[in-house]
């Protein structure tokens, strides 16, 4: 089977103008954004992605927006030639990589002093630390899911969901997309997401897709790269200390509190040399904390393990 040759666009009109000449064709646009260096979680999303519709875009976009000046957007991996690899070894491949350098520059290209626009771009991103600063390179315009980003990563991380709204705004205006493709490991961003889309009316379906682990258990993460040896071990506590609680959740018919299970899978967890950020049992569909689990409800965890914070989640039927 011959290997598909994705198109690689830069230019935010140029994907727009593809995405348009496309559906004039009757051609249906499925999307996976993410933020590159690609593991099998991101190529399940794109595998998903191919049941619903003719065509694929994925976009490959460090997103700025959603980091504080705090965190780690200078150290987030990258490999954009073994990225575009690995999209071409998926049966039927992707069609259109989109690699913009920036989506929040809005400066007039004319005043680069002759060194370049694509070298200018460079030079600017260089020095984005992230776009809550207040220079922010002319950006002034959020979306915000305003209860749902509340609670979870939201206490700890106050401007990602902020930034992670707006970009996929962006994104989706950019590339008008039919289907777009989610993690569900990003249990909260998933939600978030499929409120904004009903909320400022999409025409875009959002499918939740099932999270990827490697054989021990560990959710895929590009993040997992950072994690030492002993600290991926001590991180295997998450999806252990998860599944114990739903099957002890299971094993006593639902008569255990919430209270209880979180308690112990924080015990776990620190037990194991890690430290919990928060540890949930929410509703899935609005995201509030439950006491006792009468309703479909999902267990969510984020730790650290060194300078590393990975999320994990698990979802519990009634």
Known sequence: MAVKEPLIITDKDQMRQWS?????????????????????GHLSLIKEAHKHTQLIVVSIYVNPGQFSPSEDLSTYPSDFDAD??????????????????SLYDYGNSGRNGGIGVEREEKEREKAVVSCVEEKGLGHETWVRVERLEKGMCGKSRPVFFRGVATIVTKLFNIVEPDVA????????????????????????????????????????????VHLSPEEREKALSINRSLSKAKAKFAAEKGQVNCKELRSWVIQEINEAGGRVDYA???????????EEIKSPAVFCVAAWFGKVRLIDNMEISV
């Open 20 to 40: 348009r000449t496309m559906r004039a064709q009757g051609k249906t646009i499925g999307f996976v954004p993410t933020m590159g260096y690609l593991h099998e």
């Open 84 to 101: 575009v690899k690995k999209l071409k070894a998926i049966p039927g491949g992707v069609d259109v990589v989109f690699h913009p350098h």
């Open 280 to 290: 949930e049992i929410v509703d899935q569909e609005s995201l509030e904390a439950v």
């Open 181 to 224: 493709v989610f993690g569900k490991k990003d249990y909260q961003q998933w939600r978030i997401i499929r409120q904004m889309v009903r909320d400022l009316d999409f025409a875009i379906k959002i499918i939740g897709s099932e999270i990827m682990r490697e054989d021990d258990g560990l959710a895929m993460s590009s993040r997992n």
